[in-house]
């Protein structure tokens, strides 16, 4: 597997993990059937999608790559369909991720 599709995977990966948290919140503390299936299902393909990433790309990096981009991507989210709005600390702190996974992944690979 090419850098860039383990990149791809790592992107697939970032999806489902949005996807997974987005159905967490609407499961309703797993009450409801249809959003906690849909959680499992996707957590458990988050997570097939990332060791197929380990292949290539160091565990450290892909997972606070990961982590970081999941992060942001579950804000955006919360912004548009729970209308969650950061304030401005949480916002400061979210540039800081992004800062971060950047670094990593431009810095953090031998």
């Not at 999608?49 to 450290?60: E, T």
């Not at 729970?82 to 600390?89: G, I, K, M, S, W």
């Amino acid at each position: 597997m090419s850098l860039t599709t383990s990149y791809l995977f790592l992107g697939i990966a970032v999806f489902l993990g949005v996807t997974s948290n987005s159905f967490a919140k609407s499961a309703e503390g797993f009450t409801l059937l249809f959003p906690s299936i849909i959680t499992a299902i996707t957590i458990v393909l988050c997570m097939y999608a990332l060791s197929l990433v380990m292949k290539n790309i160091p565990m450290g990096i892909t997972y606070a790559s990961f982590a970081g981009l999941t992060i942001i991507a579950t804000v955006v989210v919360g912004i548009i369909r729970f209308n969650q709005v950061p304030n401005l600390y949480s916002l400061i702190g979210l540039a800081f991720i992004i800062v971060g996974v950047i670094m990593v992944n431009l810095l953090g690979n031998n």
